[in-house]
């Protein structure tokens, strides 16, 4: 444990149970993300990460009797002059002194207009950047309908096949996943499935739209779904990345062996879909089986008494 | 007649069954890749009806995200559901989309010194309650820590004892004693915590900065560092009774190129004889010395098996140094390093194949 590892040691329990929740664990806890201002963020990108914010980066704790906002995301109110592409120290500080793993950095110049830089850590040092410019941005508050409250797990959906030809597309995909999808969960209220974050690849351009859900009745079980647009819309161009080394992506991709998935023994499928499972019996005293009985070969008294008789005789006789 | 009423209601049923299926079905070319666990879906169509819709091609985005989701909707519906409290909640599996961690694996710490001892004579922690009485102060009190069952700090008499110098402060005393517990405490844990975090490191080739090295070591990292000038140690003085070390010629000799002619001959048909010969030569010098190296090491394996059966108390079988089938590889390679005893266990079992950490072959007495 870190915490142990320490020259000075945490005289309180809460100091210590600061460091545990920070020191690196075989299950990690959710990435949280840190919204950061450039030295001149115009207001479509301040819009942009308040957004993100306000909407996608709250959680509710997934108990039934009462809900817990915990915030994943931070977002820092004032304009830091840094460059990503060229200086990553400070976001390496932030990330170490805040323990956030993904962030999101808005800026504004002549070069490049409206510009979003979203990255993620690995060790607190940077794994991956992509820069993206938007384009066209419809925020919350632009489209007047009711909203979904806020903190469910959305649902995700990637269209195109350009996710998977290049490999910036798919680091950019990889990168998405981890910063909109939330909290694992293990169960889900079906009834609690609110929006949905669609991002389509298309001409060159990554189209971001996030939809409530209404569930209609269609005739079976499955409800037949309509959309309504809800929340910000983004049209994004790929700029600049930075993408991380083959190895050092291995190396964060890496998976103890003890989260590996167990392998379940004597169960075995066959091609048409049969499953088969394997039983080990021990060995059986067949005379003592018990089977069906039938009432007309069952022993007579009498025929019994004969048989002991028998048997008697025969144990007299050996000895 | 009836037979056909039967087959136009069963065309009927499944007519209906289509029409309510219709409405959430979505044709697809290619099936979307699904990942439930994390409410993820993958479409792989190329997006062949946006690319003609222009500038805004908001409707079309609609529709194609509205196809997707009916898709994974109906994904999600399928999942097996359980009734908590009221709702019906699916059980969603786990997540298959490979993501980077935001830290490294926790690394395994090495044992503590008293960890180790205790492994290896197999003493396990025995269960202690939490809570003592304390007589003194009449009630439950806590076995150690902030006001424990028996504090000899915080008592209020102290009798001196008979042979104690009688102008001595025995409540001094006491205190000091436990200021000097704490400090040694703390040394060993930072003794540990070195021990461990040099572990983590790769070993600077067993050059340790602190004590336990033996003389071998301590005379073969001097030899190191002699020749890790410049002029490779030419220049280096020795001290009035110091040796000149051993084993430090050149390592291979080599024959000149062109030189003695007969020899050469001699030597390249005396090769040929042997290839061609049916018996196998035997070459008594070097025989007999690995016979007698096999035995010096066999009877230092035996003594040391002697020695550690004296420690053992139970048959626990002790990790670390003392394993018996060592690293073969280590014992054999290690011919031209300056002898290798780098730490490592009983080298001598796993020696007996190529023998000789020790440079040439003849015994020295």
Known sequence: MDTLDRVVKPKTKRAKRFLEKREPKLNENIKNAMLIKGGNANATVTQVLKDVNVFVLKAINFVLQYALKKPYGVLYKKKNITRPFEDQTSLEFFSKKSDCSLFMFGSHNKKRPNNLVIGRMYDHHVLDMIELGIENFISLKDIKNSKCPEGTKPMLIFAGDDFDVTEDYRRLKSLLIDFFRGPTVSNIRLAGLEYVLHFTALNGKIYFRSYKLLLKKSGCRTPRIELEEMGPSLDLVLRRTHLASDDLYKLSMKMPKALKPKKKKNISHDTFGTTYGRIHMQKQDLSKLQTRKMKGLKKRPAERITEDQEKKSKRVKKN | ?365
């Not at chain 2, 009734?83 to 059980?91: H, P």
């Not at chain 2, 410049?230 to 430090?248: D, H, I, M, N, T």
């Open chain 2, 1 to 365: 007649m009836e037979g056909q009423s039967v087959e136009e209601l069963l065309a009927k049923a499944e007519q209906d069954e289509a029409e309510k299926l219709q409405r959430i079905t979505v044709h697809k070319e290619l099936e979307l890749e699904f990942d439930l666990g994390n409410l993820l879906a993958s479409d792989r169509n190329p997006p062949t009806g946006l690319r003609c819709a222009g500038p805004t091609p908001e409707a079309e985005l609609r529709a194609l995200a509205r196809d997707n989701t009916q898709l994974l909707i109906n994904q999600l519906w399928q999942l097996p559901t359980e009734r908590v409290e009221e709702t019906i909640v699916a059980r969603l599996p786990e997540p298959t989309t490979r993501l980077p961690r935001e830290k490294p694996l926790p690394r395994p710490r090495p044992l503590t010194r008293w960890q180790q001892f205790a492994r290896l004579k197999g003493i396990r922690p025995k269960k202690k309650t939490n809570l003592v009485w304390d007589e003194v102060s009449s009630q439950w009190r806590r076995r150690w820590g902030y006001q424990r069952a028996r504090d000899d700090t915080k008592e209020w008499l102290i009798e001196v004892p008979g042979n104690a110098d009688p102008l001595e402060d025995q409540f001094a005393k006491r205190i000091q004693a436990k200021k000097e517990r704490v400090a040694k405490n703390e040394l060993n844990r930072l003794r540990n915590l070195a021990r461990a975090h040099k572990m983590q490191l790769p070993s600077a080739a067993g050059l340790h900065p602190t004590g336990h090295q033996s003389k071998e070591e301590l005379g073969r990292a001097m030899q190191v560092a002699k020749v890790s000038t410049a002029s490779v140690g030419r220049f280096q003085e020795r001290l009035p009774k110091e040796k000149a070390p051993r084993g430090s010629g050149k390592k291979r000799k080599f024959q000149p190129l062109f030189g003695d002619f007969a020899a050469e001959k001699k030597n390249q048909l005396e090769l040929l004889r042997v290839m061609n010969s049916k018996k196998p030569q035997l070459d008594v010098t070097r025989a007999t010395n690995k016979q007698m190296r096999e035995e010096d090491q066999e009877e230092a394996a035996k003594r040391r098996k002697m020695s550690q059966k004296g420690k053992r108390k139970g048959g626990r079988q002790g990790p670390g140094g003392k394993r018996k089938g060592g690293p073969p590889s280590q014992g054999g390679k290690r011919k031209g390093s300056l002898g290798g005893k780098m730490n490592s266990g009983p080298r001598g079992l796993g020696d007996k194949r190529k023998g000789g950490q020790r440079p040439g072959g003849k015994r020295r007495k």
